[in-house]
């Protein structure tokens, strides 16, 4: 073994000594981490409002932490909307952090329709760095990788921009991309990526995606992992080389570039990478042909022989891309990379090998503090417009309770206090004394009428058991989304497919009915059966519309590495190509 391997597997091994200490003592150490966040931010004017001139240096921290959880409330990104203008507007005092905010994070938008300005700092790319290296060290425990190694990331900067007040803009994934934090976690963990920056900030994501299966499949023997932020880049990426896998091994064979790449900077970087190679390229074009007949399956294994997993994030709203990404994969792991938001990393993924269905995340005490608000399922027959949950006081990291469902709620270094995030976790048990995560879903709403109550994971289970019946048949759902349309009383879902395959009439009818049967919400049943719900609609669109979606949402400044695609949306744009793009509409029987 080198001297650097050696280096690398202790650096591994300090790593995760570290998180194990932090974990074993998880409690205190959020009780510390909150007294680091307040005396760095001491005297802002946000906490102004609630601390007043109380002098928290001189407390003890575990008061300090009672005396904040009391007197300043839980916020929604609403409150501190206000302060992120002003800062986004130049305003350089000290509102929300001590610290110099320079930059601004956009979320995806893709959740509630409408991206958001989080404040990012030097401590979000520091916290980018450790929770990459950390999960880097426990990945490798199971599925050991060469040191010197590629990746093949499917990763893409978005573009950035200034706002009146001169700070850059742009998701966080662009500034991570961006950041010495991103070159030095390449050197730490001994795996480089396949592509140059001008590929990953070229800012056309159909002609990245194009030249990181070139580069990937051009260096496919040095290949370690493939790799995306979230599982639809990766599908969607696949999906792409189908359809256009001649030209690359053209390129390959001839040491070229596909017309279709019109970037100057991309292509002189590419061409200095690749030359002409054809005896790689016959192998490709020969396992191509070979996969054709397969339907693409085991594509990844095929392609790239010494890729030992398939890892990015696979919770949420990228379940539904699973199915496919396996189908791809064939016998490779798929691992779930970790949990985080735009606001904060929360945990990492300490059991690589379980399936991402199964996967928990480990909450790191050092990044955040963090406060659980105990969420309350409402009885069957309880109807309620406003939400399915109903909840108590939260509660610090050190009082969770396994089985429990809660919503988390973060202070951030970076200028956050008491921050709602939204999204419901359940705790599935503990990693020493830090509690490990099941991501249940987000807590919005996504679907009511009247006093029905859906969340996107209730959508997520009907639209599954609509599309066994495709399956079936030998179609394939390539993707979905919905809309409640209460524009025509009784209101109803409208439920919009993308498929590949041809399918009856009859089956697409029986989808529809089989939905419609399968929300389960009292509110729904109830609406459906004094008809206060109209039918199911069941929309069947043209190939190609979620890549219009796509599009939409890339001209209006989202990037492809954040981007999820809508599961519910009243966004007019949407709606309008979605309802273009429809090809056949069926109504539901269940309720006839």
């Known amino acids: 073994m080198s001297n650097s391997n050696k280096s690398n597997g202790k650096y591994d091994h300090d790593i995760i000594d570290w998180f194990e200490s932090v974990s074993e003592n998880a409690g205190h150490v959020q009780t510390q981490t909150l007294r680091r966040i307040l005396e760095l931010n001491y005297g802002v004017e946000y906490l102004r409002k609630w601390l007043g001139d109380i002098n928290i240096h001189d407390m003890d921290a575990c008061a300090l932490e009672s005396l904040f959880t009391s007197v300043v409330p ?18 350089t ?70 706002t009146k007040g001169g700070l850059a803009v742009g998701t966080a994934t662009t500034h991570y991309f961006a950041s010495e934090e991103f070159k030095i976690k390449q050197k730490m963990t001994q795996s480089f990526t396949c592509s140059p920056e001008e590929v990953i900030s070229s800012g056309d994501y159909k002609q990245s995606s194009y030249c990181h299966l070139l580069l990937g499949l051009f260096l496919s023997e040095e290949v370690e992992f493939i790799s995306s932020t979230f599982a639809y880049s990766m ?18 064979k001839q040491g070229s570039l596909s017309p279709r790449i019109t970037s100057p900077k991309v292509r002189e970087a590419v061409l200095k990478i690749i030359t002409p190679n054809p005896c790689l390229a016959s192998k490709i074009q020969s396992s191509c042909e070979e996969l054709q007949n397969l339907n693409w399956s085991g594509l990844i294994p095929k392609l790239w022989p010494n890729a030992k997993y398939v890892y990015s994030i696979m919770t949420g709203s990228m379940q539904p891309y699973l199915k496919k990404l396996r189908h791809y994969a064939g016998e490779l792991p798929l691992v779930s990379a970790d949990y985080g ?23 790191i005490p050092t990044f955040s503090y963090f406060e659980f608000i105990p969420l309350y399922r409402r009885k069957q027959d309880c109807i309620s417009a406003i939400d399915d949950l109903f909840e108590d006081e939260p509660v610090p990291l050190s009082q969770v309770k396994v089985g429990q469902e809660y919503e988390l709620v973060l202070t951030t270094f970076t200028g956050l206090y008491r921050y709602r995030l939204g999204d419901v976790v359940e705790v599935a048990g503990f990693h020493r004394g830090t509690p490990k995560l099941s991501f249940i879903c987000r807590r919005k709403l996504i679907l009511t009428v009247n006093i029905d109550k859906n969340t996107e994971k209730d959508l997520q289970l009907v639209v599954e058991r609509g599309s066994e019946l495709l399956s079936q048949a030998g179609a394939e759902l390539v993707d979905f989304t919905s809309h409640a349309n209460i524009a025509k009383q009784p209101g109803h879902y409208v439920i919009y497919w993308e498929i590949k395959g041809e399918v009856d009439e009859s089956i697409l009818g029986e989808c529809c009915r089989e939905m419609d049967a399968s929300f389960v919400d009292y509110g729904y049943v109830v609406s459906r059966r004094t008809s206060s719900i109209g039918p199911l609609e069941l929309c069947i669109v043209e190939r190609g519309t979620f890549k219009k979606i796509l599009d939409h949402f890339i001209g209006n400044g989202a990037a492809m590495s954040q981007f999820k695609t809508p599961r519910c949306t009243s966004n007019q744009g949407l709606l309008r190509i979605l309802n273009l793009c429809t090809l056949k509409r069926f109504q539901s029987t269940a309720y006839d």
């Not at 609403?78 to 305003?91: K, L, S, T, V």
């Not at 110099?100 to 300005?117: A, R």
């Not at 401590?123 to 950390?134: C, E, G, M, N, V």
């Open 235 to 252: 599908v969607q990426a696949f999906r792409g080389f189908e359809e256009h896998w001649k030209d690359t091994c053209n390129d390959i």
């Open 74 to 91: 839980l916020a929604s990104h609403a409150d501190f909307e206000p302060y992120i203008q002003r800062i986004a507007d130049g305003d």
């Open 93 to 162: 005092g000290p509102s929300l952090s001590q610290q110099p905010i320079t930059t601004l994070s956009l979320s995806s938008g893709t959740t509630e329709g409408k991206q958001k300005y989080v404040p990012f700092t030097r401590h979000s790319a520091q916290t980018t760095l450790q929770i990459f290296r950390l999960a880097a060290a426990y990945r490798s425990r199971v599925y050991p990788i060469r040191e010197g190694g590629r990746i093949l990331e499917f990763i893409y900067s978005g573009k950035q921009f200034k």
């Open 341 to 363: 938001s735009t606001e904060s990393w929360i945990g990492v993924n300490v059991d690589p090998s379980l399936p991402p269905e199964n996967v928990t995340f480990s909450v």
